[in-house]
Structure formats: structure tokens, C-alpha cells
């Protein structure tokens, strides 16, 4: 008998439900790849063979760059990974002179990146749902300048490194001066800030290493 009749008799519910999401998924991905392709190069964005699940928003501030390799993914979808993404994907620059680089065959699921310098993320990351990363406190600490905004107000900034093959979990929060080296993890729910080596797990808030890879 046929491996996927077989299949259908063992579980028709389960593997008829399971075929039709794969069906809506693959649409979904093939029209708003299509459409966020046209939306990035209206932008100045290159992101060469992206695909797209949902509507991601990006925004390029003038003079600034945003680079992204080949074959990354960007899932805004609520449901399509069923981790519980909360919202779309949001990829930023946010002054003249950011720079945000990202390598090839990395996957984003509802992140949030704001780039104010330089942001550089390598080949090959999983980037769990709902991970922040940023490059700069995005207000003054000081308190007369709080209020402050724009370019010449006083915000700190320091250039985020992620290396390649980096897995960041769920809900995690990479701040300004971040380094992850090469094949490291970050627990669910981390706050990165700092140095974290290659080949290691990391976790918490403050995140260090719980052990190495
Ligand atoms: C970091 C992680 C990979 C570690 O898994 P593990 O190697 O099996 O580690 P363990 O569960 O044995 O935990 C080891 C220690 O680290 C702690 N720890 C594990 N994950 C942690 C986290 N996210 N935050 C804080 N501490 C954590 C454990 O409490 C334990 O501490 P102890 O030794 O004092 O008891 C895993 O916990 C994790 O966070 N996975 C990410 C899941 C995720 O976000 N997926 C993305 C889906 S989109």
C-alpha cells in the first residue's frame, strides 16, 4: 500500500490537518516572499533569496546600510514555528551611519533589531521568537538629557557581534557590546551583555556560561 494511504488510515485527522497547514504555509511564504522582495528594493535593502513568512517591517534610515546574505528567513507569522511569535519581525536602522550586516541561511522568528552602529550577525543563526538586539540604550542615561533624541543627543552605543551558528533562545534580550562567539547557545529568556566565547551555553540575567559545547 501506498506510504501515504498507510499514513492517512493510521491518523487521517492528524495527517490531513498536518498537510493542509503545510499547504497555507506554503502559499503564505510564496506570496509575501514576493511582496517583501519588492517592498526591501523599494528600500535599499538587499536580502538575496529571502524568504518571508507574514509581513516583516523594515526600516532603513538614509545613508545608512542594511546587508542581508542569502537564503535568510524572516517569520512574522503568529503561529507557523508555534512557538508563539508576538509580533512581526522588526529590522531597523536608526542613524546615518548603521550599519547592520547579516550573513547567510540565518532564521529570525518575530525579532526586533535596532541598529544605531553596527550590528553584524554571521552565517547560519537560529534566532528563537521574540529576541531583541540592539546596539544602544536608545535614550540618554543622563538625567538633564533624557529626553533628548535624535543626533546629537548623548545615547550610548557599542557594536554587536554574533558569530556563526549561534542559537539564541526564546525571548532573549542581546544588548549594546555584545560578542557571541561561533556555535554558542543562549538559554530561553537570557539578557546578553558582554562577551560570551565560542562553544558554549550561556543563560540568565546577567548571562553567563553554565557549560561548554
Ligand atoms: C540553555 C539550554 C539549551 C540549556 O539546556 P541544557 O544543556 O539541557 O541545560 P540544563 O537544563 O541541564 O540546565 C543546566 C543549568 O542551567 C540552567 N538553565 C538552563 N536554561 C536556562 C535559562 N534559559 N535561563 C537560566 N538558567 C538556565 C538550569 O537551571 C541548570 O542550572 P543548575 O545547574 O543550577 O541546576 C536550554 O535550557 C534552553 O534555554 N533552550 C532554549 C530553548 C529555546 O528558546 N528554543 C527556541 C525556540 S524558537
Redesign the pocket.
Known amino acids: 500500500m501506498n506510504r501515504y494511504i498507510k499514513k492517512l488510515i493510521t491518523d487521517p485527522s492528524g495527517y490531513i490537518q498536518s498537510n493542509l497547514r503545510e499547504l497555507k504555509y506554503q502559499v503564505n511564504q510564496w506570496y509575501y516572499s514576493g511582496f517583501m522582495h519588492i517592498v526591501l528594493a523599494l528600500k535599499g535593502v538587499r536580502a538575496n533569496k529571502a524568504v518571508f513568512y507574514n509581513k516583516s517591517n523594515f526600516y532603513r534610515c538614509p545613508e545608512s546600510t542594511i546587508k542581508i546574505g542569502q537564503n535568510c528567513i524572516f517569520d512574522s507569522s503568529k503561529h507557523h514555528?508555534m512557538?508563539g511569535v508576538n509580533s512581526c519581525c522588526i529590522v531597523a536602522t536608526l542613524s546615518k551611519q548603521a550599519q547592520l550586516t547579516i550573513g547567510n541561511a540565518s532564521g529570525f522568528?518575530g525579532v526586533k533589531i535596532g541598529c544605531f552602529q553596527s550590528i553584524t550577525i554571521g552565517d547560519d543563526c537560529?534566532t528563537?521568537?521574540n529576541v531583541l538586539i540592539t546596539d544602544s540604550d536608545w535614550h540618554p542615561i543622563d538625567p538633564a538629557r533624557r529626553h533628548e533624541f535624535g543626533e546629537d543627543a548623548p545615547i550610548a552605543t557599542r557594536p554587536v557581534k554574533i558569530g556563526n551558528n549561534v542559537?539564541i533562545?526564546?525571548?532573549?534580550i542581546i544588548l549594546k557590546g555584545t560578542t557571541i562567539g561561533n556555535n554558542s547557545?543562549?538559554?530561553?529568556?537570557?539578557v546578553v551583555s558582554g562577551t560570551i566565547p565560542a562553544n558554549v551555553?550561556a543563560?540568565?540575567n546577567p548571562c553567563k556560561v553554565?557549560?561548554s559545547l
Do not use: D, T
Open positions: 514555528n512557538i522568528s537560529l528563537g521568537a542559537f533562545g526564546v525571548n532573549s547557545v543562549i538559554g530561553a529568556g537570557s551555553i543563560a540568565g553554565i557549560k
